[in-house]
């Protein structure tokens, strides 16, 4: 499988705001777990383990073995994180940001499709 088809299938599992994020069965936050929740959900991925564990290791490069944006973030553009995970209540400052970054995170998916389907893969 093309690894733009991957991304594709990723979409479908990233969360778009904040209220979307709801764990490990459906929307998620970071592109790697959506990666590994098209994984388990849909069948033309099934036992195609080397596409994904592909596609998780080109975001992982291109964050430059961080753990997450927020990370890059951080280290590239001293961008700071709010404390999100302070409490089960996340104040409009956190939401707005999440939101934010699942904003761009979507970009990023969009722009890595492009970019390898024009490689044909």
Request: aromatic share 12%.
């Amino acid at each position: 499988m093309k690894t733009s088809e991957v991304f594709k299938l990723a979409k479908r599992y990233l969360a778009k705001n904040n209220k979307e994020i709801d764990g490990i069965f459906e929307k998620q936050e970071y592109i790697c777990l959506a990666i590994q929740g098209a994984y388990w959900n849909e069948p033309e991925l099934h036992g195609k383990g080397y596409c994904v564990d592909r596609a998780k290791a080109i975001i992982s490069d291109r964050l430059g073995g961080l753990q997450s944006f927020e990370e890059w973030l951080d280290l590239h553009h001293n961008i700071k994180a709010p404390d999100i995970y302070s409490s089960f209540n996340m104040d409009e400052e956190c939401t707005v940001f999440v939101d934010k970054l699942q904003a761009t995170r979507h970009k990023w998916v969009n722009s890595m499709i492009k970019e390898f389907a024009a490689k044909g893969d």
